[in-house]
């Protein structure tokens, strides 16, 4: 059964990033599924662990649909893990209550190990849960997948688990780049197999996640993060041209107009500290700006967060935009501060269009 509002209108979240005239300005969160639910938690709690509810194709599709039943949305995204690519080439992979993600044993020299050909038979349960997903969703919502970027999955990989300073394992850039090339040409190669194969269950749009791309000097964040996140992005466009595609560089800075400049970003995602004026110049010429708003608002609530949104909702009038936050959802969000930005967000696009 398809969820409310079905309409014959072309989903506003593909409108924008393709540029055409949308009947209003899209709104979607990332981490929109996750803690900060209690209806999550129920069906994280009879999942039985948080890579069980990722890998039970079932019950990841009610999770991903689960903040568009509450919230006046315009996309769903596939609730998924991007350490779900490290776990299908081999590591052992579990996430450690208050203490974040292990990936077992830590990626060293031997790269021989990493299962690629059998890596697609993890990543089924995703493919299987964007399918249902799809099939529930009415034609005016977007279906996002996603991937996170090489570099950001490479820390993963060699850290063995969240590090304090992703960016120091840079180190391996300049004592062995040989290992460091390869991995990374391991990771494109699944990456754009995994997200072509999402857009052929289903997704409508995809974003790459570089988490970790911050901190990176200029020389690394190009042979790490903007070139494998382009090749990736390339790989997916020659089989599916029409496939909107979002770039999130995180905590590039001044470097995201390089990214937006890439003639396979569609749009890109800006985190909280990027000064949105600066954005509406330097990258809404090039790609559909994504994003902005501190997460931490949204927790706060109240007249900040409203007049952040109203402003943020101002800087961008009269270009596409998507509305998002500078990063996820924070786990303490109050669920009702989050209707109440969707219904500012919407007062406010409304009055920038009359």
Not at 28 to 55: N, V
């Amino acid at each position: 059964m398809a969820l409310p509002g079905k309409s014959e209108n072309p989903a506003p979240l593909l409108a924008a990033l393709r540029r055409e005239q949308a009947n209003r300005t899209p709104i979607w969160f990332m981490r929109q599924a996750g803690r900060y639910l209690p209806e999550y938690r129920a069906l994280r709690a009879k999942a039985g662990s948080f890579l069980d509810l990722c890998l039970a194709p079932e019950l990841a599709a009610e999770a991903t649909l689960q903040p568009l039943r509450r919230y006046d949305l315009d996309a769903a995204i596939i609730f998924s893990d991007i350490l779900l690519i490290p776990y299908a080439l081999g590591q052992t992979l579990s996430f450690v209550e208050g203490d974040g993600p292990r990936l077992d044993p830590p990626l060293r020299s031997d790269l021989k190990r990493l299962c690629k050909p059998a890596a697609f038979d993890r990543l089924e349960p995703t493919i299987e849960a964007i399918g249902r997903v799809r099939r529930e969703l009415s034609a005016d919502k977007a279906l996002i997948g996603f991937a996170g970027a090489p570099w950001t999955i490479a820390t993963y990989m060699m850290a063995g688990e969240a590090s304090a300073d992703p960016s120091s394992l840079r180190m391996r850039f300049y004592e062995d780049r040989g290992f460091l090339t390869e991995l990374m040409e391991i990771l494109i190669e699944t990456t754009s197999r995994y997200l072509i194969a999402q857009v052929e269950a289903g997704a409508d749009v995809l974003q790459l996640f570089d988490s970790w791309a911050g901190g990176l000097p200029e020389d690394a964040l190009a042979a790490l993060s903007l070139k494998p996140m382009r090749k990736i992005a390339a790989a997916v466009k020659a089989k599916r041209p029409s496939i909107p595609i979002i770039f999130f560089p995180k905590g590039v800075g001044a470097a995201a107009e390089s990214y937006a400049r890439l003639p396979e970003c569609d749009a890109i995602s800006i985190d909280q500290a990027m000064p949105w004026e600066w954005a509406r110049a330097h990258l809404s010429p090039h790609a559909v700006v994504q994003g902005g708003l501190d997460p931490l608002l949204v927790v706060h609530g109240g007249e900040a967060m409203e007049e952040s949104a109203q402003r943020l909702t101002k800087t961008f009038a009269g270009v596409p935009y998507v509305f998002n936050l500078g990063h996820g959802l924070p786990p303490e969000t109050p669920p009702d501060n989050v209707a109440r930005l969707i219904e500012i967000v919407r007062r406010a696009c409304e009055a920038c269009e009359a």
